[in-house]
């Protein structure tokens, strides 16, 4: 079975400040990863994916993540903090065995406070 | 608008009364499934569904019913809701393989007294 673990519960930075989220994974092979943001009262959102292609991937709103594969990790990262960033974010991997993605397992979430 | 739809958005209901919560997408996707959400607990699988009339369980299926007789809707129903399955809810749904990431809903927000 595959897993993430979300290394911080909380992370608390400056406005204006870069911004490190750790998520490490667990797999026998190269899987797909997301990160997802949940804002107070709201669901869940797709910040960005990885599915073998790139490494460094791109997402929405600032954030990117790097696949290192050496050290089993996919850190998220944004270089500026911003106030509207306050969220808890989520490292996801799809498993499966018939198609792959029956089952979305989900780190225990990581809860970004932004201090003015 | 590509979303996936749940109703209600808020629900507080009684032991052992049944209910149901709603789930509609419009992407024409083949898989759906439905999570809780619980503080310390994080995200848990229910029940999820490949396809019309395929259905299976996931991590916490014990009191829960699922159905899939369209595509598009995939109502999760409480035949006789307890206080341990107060929680919030969350339906998703996404092409078969998933690379293209998942659509989730806004979510339920269920209280069982």
């Known amino acids: 079975a595959q897993s993430v673990t979300q290394l911080d519960s909380h992370v608390s930075v400056s406005e204006g400040t870069p911004v490190l989220l750790r998520c490490n994974y667990s797999s026998s092979y190269s899987p797909s990863l997301f990160w997802y943001v949940q804002h107070p009262n709201k669901g869940l959102q797709l910040l960005l994916k990885y599915t073998s292609a790139a490494t460094l991937v791109k997402g929405i709103n600032g954030f990117e993540a790097e696949f290192k594969k050496s050290e089993t990790s996919f850190h998220l990262t944004k270089p500026s903090a911003h106030m509207s960033d306050a969220a808890e974010y989520f490292c996801v991997v799809p498993e499966g065995s018939n198609f792959g993605n029956e089952k979305l397992t989900f780190g225990t979430g990581t809860r970004l406070t932004i201090i003015p | 608008e590509a979303q996936v739809t749940q109703n209600p958005r808020y629900l507080i209901t009684v032991t052992g009364k049944k209910l149901t919560v709603t789930c509609s997408q419009n992407?024409?996707?083949?898989?759906m499934s439905w999570y809780r959400q619980d503080p310390g607990l994080g995200l848990r699988q229910i029940y999820y569904s490949m396809n019309v009339e395929v259905t299976d369980k996931g991590d916490v299926p014990e009191g829960y019913k699922v159905s899939r007789k369209e595509k598009r809707n995939f109502p999760l129903i409480l035949e006789s809701p307890s206080p341990n399955q107060t929680s919030l809810y969350f339906c998703?749904?996404?092409?078969?393989?998933?690379?293209?990431?998942?659509?989730f809903g806004s979510g339920t927000r269920l209280t069982v007294v």
């Open positions: 992407m024409n996707h083949e898989y």
């Open positions: 998703a749904s996404s092409p078969i393989g998933g690379v293209g990431g998942y659509t």
